[in-house]
């Protein structure tokens, strides 16, 4: 297994273990109200979490600073937006956790988070930092 490979899987473990750490234990009662609100203060302090662990674990990995910074500000952007697209639909069909369509859309999020860290890992690579 090459070097490069093997800082990518720690990469992409460290972006997991944060996204567990960001999305279901540090979420706070701001954060989880008014999801269907478009500038909402909470969603944009969750989604700068994640951003900020993200910071760390690119750092952790030997990223570039400028390049990290950029990355994670796009990660925070991203996010924002996938967890209001959520917000929006699941108020839309009035779903909450009792309801099918309610799984089915955070299934959709999870995966949309999931494949953002797929697409920096792999941004990551591609610039060969």
Partial sequence: MTS???TALVLMILLQVKHMF???FLQTPRMLSGRNEYLHF???QHA???AVFSIAAFLLIGAPVIFT???CAAEWLVHYHID???GQ???LKQHGPKDAGY???FGVDQLMHQLTYVAMIWIWAAAGV
């Fill in 89 to 91: 639909h699941t108020e």
């Fill in 48 to 50: 700068g979490l994640h």
């Fill in 4 to 6: 490069a490979l093997q």
């Fill in 42 to 44: 909470g969603r944009a």
């Fill in 103 to 105: 799984w089915h859309a």
């Fill in 84 to 86: 209001w697209a959520k």
């Fill in 69 to 71: 910074i950029v990355i």
């Fill in 22 to 24: 960001a999305d279901f």
